[in-house]
């Protein structure tokens, strides 16, 4: 009897211990605002996550889902611990020039997002890691072909691309029958709304003095008619030689024509962002815009009776088997030449972003649209909803901008060239010929470094 006494008072004990100690480890937070895993792990790796990727992002379902799924990483990795620097929003050229100035001189995180816009000028430079080896072969085939256009160089794949958006014509169905495939649909659309709605906008896209005026005012008809910035071989600037400046030309053609018409209001050469149209849609003060897929979500929040006003579908084009539109998004890279970090890191980009689980789940709470065929076809959800298939059509045909060093040199003429032909300070002519002339004077220049 005394024995059985001893032996249950050391059970006990050995219980007591066991209790102590777990309570003792968890003593922590697994996730904070600056940290993932274990304070006192000793592999330590840091990263650079947007805000909307971190336990900062303001968004309460977005939030949980980066928690929960970060503190699962964390603990099934207990030796490890991700050092977290969140991105100022609001500041992507500025955020992702700084990363490219660290890179150059070698002071980079071990892990980044990098915008979808810039993440080949770091290929390209070399300063991300191959990520072959740690994923299978299905993982890498089945992200959409725009997004490997920028992420893979000589069959090497160097970033995850985990979320991706379009833009589309957003229009009021309750007003419009059939929505517009062509320009010339566009402009009879838009005089019938003149017509029938004469306080209503007929059309309204944003061509400012901004990114806007090239990403969705610009590069969807170009592309969409077989337009080349860039020569894909040489890298020299062809916007402006043979059928491509034929494409440019139609385009600010086209815009000066939704203008002249009163189909479009001159105003829009002030729009620096898409929020003026979100305000005149829910004040019902327009009938057709240019907007990207996220503008579903806000429109729902926005407009009463969303569901019964608007509807979207292709953007369109001067002719009516032409497709085109643009894609966007941010992609996660590998810095670091540490094996172990290496692994640890795509480990933990794929448990939370890349994964086929990881990414539908991620992407139906956050309303992203996922870069991934397979999320498509397989998850119940995006196999099955409406607006998603009709978002993976649209990728078939989407492209994403460049990484060509002229990029921004390029964007910035074209934003300027908008608003000088709407203007009439120029022809579309002078205008494509003044972008082609200029863009090859910055092309010498880097020849000659």
Same mark, same amino acid.
């Given at each position: 009897?005394?024995s059985?006494k001893?032996?249950f008072?050391c059970?006990?004990?050995?219980?007591?211990?066991?209790?102590?100690?777990?309570?003792?480890q968890e003593?922590f #937070?697994?996730?904070?605002a600056t940290?993932?895993?274990?304070p006192?792990?000793e592999?330590?790796?840091t990263a650079l996550?947007?805000?909307?990727?971190?336990p900062? =992002?303001?968004y309460?379902?977005?939030k949980?889902?980066?928690?929960r799924?970060?503190?699962?990483?964390?603990?099934?990795h207990?030796?490890?611990?991700?050092?977290?620097? &969140?991105?100022?929003?609001?500041?992507?050229?500025?955020?992702?020039?700084k990363?490219? =100035?660290?890179? #150059?001189?070698g002071?980079?995180?071990?892990?980044a997002?990098?915008?979808s816009?810039?993440?080949?000028h770091?290929?390209?430079?070399?300063?991300?890691?191959?990520?072959n080896?740690?994923l299978?072969?299905?993982?890498?085939d089945?992200f959409?072909?725009?997004?490997?256009?920028?992420?893979m160089?000589?069959?090497?794949?160097?970033?995850?691309?985990?979320e991706?958006?379009?833009?589309?014509?957003?229009?009021?169905?309750?007003?419009i029958?059939?929505?517009?495939r062509t320009?010339?649909?566009?402009i009879?659309?838009g005089?019938?709304?003149?017509?029938? @709605?004469?306080?209503?906008y007929?059309y309204?896209?944003?061509?400012?003095?901004?990114?806007?005026a090239?990403?969705e005012?610009t590069?969807p008809?170009?592309?969409a008619?077989?337009?080349?910035?860039?020569?894909?071989?040489?890298?020299?600037?062809v916007?402006?030689?043979?059928?491509?400046?034929?494409?440019?030309?139609?385009v600010?053609?086209? @815009?000066?024509?939704? &203008?002249? =018409?009163?189909?479009?209001?001159?105003?829009?050469?002030?729009f620096?962002?898409?929020?003026?149209?979100?305000a005149?849609?829910? %004040?019902?003060?327009? %009938?057709?815009?240019?907007?990207g897929?996220?503008?579903?979500?806000?429109?729902?929040d926005?407009?009463?009776?969303?569901?019964?006003?608007?509807d979207?579908?292709h953007?369109?084009?001067m002719?009516?088997?032409q497709?085109?539109?643009?894609?966007?998004?941010?992609?996660w890279?590998?810095?670091?030449?540490?094996?172990?970090?290496?692994?640890?890191?795509?480990?933990?980009?794929m448990y939370?972003?890349?994964s086929?689980?990881?990414?539908?789940?991620?992407?139906?709470i956050?309303n992203?649209?996922?870069t991934r065929?397979? &999320?498509?076809e397989?998850?119940?959800?995006?196999?099955?909803?409406?607006i998603?298939?009709?978002?993976?059509?649209?990728?078939?045909y989407?492209?994403?901008?460049?990484a @060509?060093?002229l990029?921004?040199?390029?964007?910035?003429?074209?934003?300027?060239?908008?608003?000088? &032909?709407i203007?009439?300070?120029k022809?579309?002519?002078? %205008?494509v010929?003044?972008?082609?002339?200029?863009?090859?004077k910055?092309w010498e220049?880097?020849?000659?470094?």
């Amino acid at each position: 009897m005394r024995s059985m006494k001893k032996l249950f008072i050391c059970l006990i004990g050995t219980l007591l211990v066991i209790i102590c100690a777990f309570a003792q480890q968890e003593e922590f #937070e697994w996730v904070t605002a600056t940290r993932i895993g274990n304070p006192k792990a000793e592999i330590v790796l840091t990263a650079l996550v947007q805000r909307e990727s971190s336990p900062l =992002t303001p968004y309460p379902s977005t939030k949980e889902y980066v928690i929960r799924k970060a503190t699962e990483w964390a603990k099934a990795h207990p030796n490890v611990k991700i050092e977290l620097e &969140v991105l100022p929003a609001g500041q992507i050229s500025a955020n992702m020039a700084k990363l490219l =100035t660290q890179a #150059e001189v070698g002071n980079t995180p071990d892990f980044a997002q990098i915008d979808s816009f810039w993440v080949g000028h770091f290929i390209n430079a070399d300063f991300l890691q191959p990520l072959n080896a740690y994923l299978t072969q299905q993982d890498i085939d089945t992200f959409f072909d725009f997004t490997k256009e920028i992420t893979m160089k000589e069959e090497k794949l160097y970033a995850i691309w985990g979320e991706t958006d379009v833009r589309f014509l957003f229009y009021r169905k309750d007003w419009i029958d059939s929505p517009p495939r062509t320009w010339d649909e566009v402009i009879e659309t838009g005089l019938k709304i003149k017509k029938e @709605h004469p306080n209503v906008y007929p059309y309204l896209t944003a061509i400012g003095p901004a990114e806007g005026a090239a990403n969705e005012g610009t590069w969807p008809y170009f592309w969409a008619q077989g337009g080349e910035i860039f020569d894909p071989q040489t890298g020299e600037p062809v916007i402006g030689l043979g059928k491509n400046r034929e494409a440019l030309i139609n385009v600010l053609k086209y @815009h000066k024509r939704l &203008v002249d =018409t009163g189909v479009m209001p001159q105003m829009v050469i002030s729009f620096t962002s898409l929020d003026p149209l979100l305000a005149e849609a829910q %004040a019902d003060n327009v %009938a057709m815009m240019i907007e990207g897929s996220w503008a579903y979500a806000q429109l729902q929040d926005l407009v009463k009776d969303f569901e019964q006003k608007w509807d979207f579908t292709h953007i369109p084009q001067m002719e009516p088997d032409q497709y085109g539109t643009s894609a966007g998004g941010w992609t996660w890279g590998v810095f670091t030449d540490d094996p172990v970090k290496q692994e640890l890191a795509i480990d933990y980009i794929m448990y939370t972003i890349g994964s086929a689980e990881a990414m539908a789940e991620r992407c139906r709470i956050a309303n992203y649209i996922p870069t991934r065929q397979d &999320v498509f076809e397989k998850d119940p959800y995006f196999a099955t909803d409406p607006i998603q298939q009709k978002y993976s059509e649209a990728l078939v045909y989407a492209k994403p901008r460049p990484a @060509h060093p002229l990029y921004t040199v390029c964007s910035d003429l074209i934003q300027k060239a908008i608003g000088d &032909v709407i203007l009439e300070r120029k022809t579309p002519e002078k %205008a494509v010929d003044d972008i082609q002339r200029e863009l090859m004077k910055e092309w010498e220049k880097i020849k000659l470094q």
